[in-house]
């Protein structure tokens, strides 16, 4: 059974920097798609970053965090890990890591099979 479980959520203040981390346990597959999605209240929830795991490591990301953030997996760990630099408060969210097959965007929510059960990050002016 394949479980995710995300930490190093916070507080932080504008401009200062997090890292999460999400541990796998269990057996995904050889090749599938790792990400990290968002949702703030009154939202809908959005792809962050992706990573394409057994595949050459393809990774993507929204515009709105290019240059700023940075995903990465420890296969060492077994853990998906995401870098944020440079935060601003449009970045507070619950935030999620994802795994499974998506078809057609890295960043399709509904195409993921497993999830976390996602980690708050509060950012302030």
């Known amino acids: 059974q394949v479980q995710l479980v995300e930490s190093g959520g916070g507080s932080v203040q504008a401009g200062g920097s997090l890292r999460l981390s999400c541990a796998a346990s269990g057996v995904i597959g050889s090749r599938y798609y790792m990400a990290w999605f968002r949702q703030a209240p009154g939202k809908e929830r959005e792809g962050v970053a992706s990573i394409y795991i057994g595949g050459g490591g393809t990774t993507e990301y929204a515009d709105s965090v290019k240059g700023r953030f940075t995903i990465s997996r420890d296969n060492t760990k077994n853990t998906l890990d995401l870098q944020m630099n440079s935060l601003k408060p449009e970045d507070t969210a619950t935030y999620y890591c994802?795994?499974?097959?998506?078809?057609?965007?890295?960043?399709?929510?509904?195409?993921?099979?497993?999830w976390g059960q996602g980690t708050q990050v509060t950012v302030s002016a």
């Open positions: 994802a795994a499974g097959w998506p078809a057609y965007s890295s960043f399709t929510d509904y195409q993921y099979t497993y």
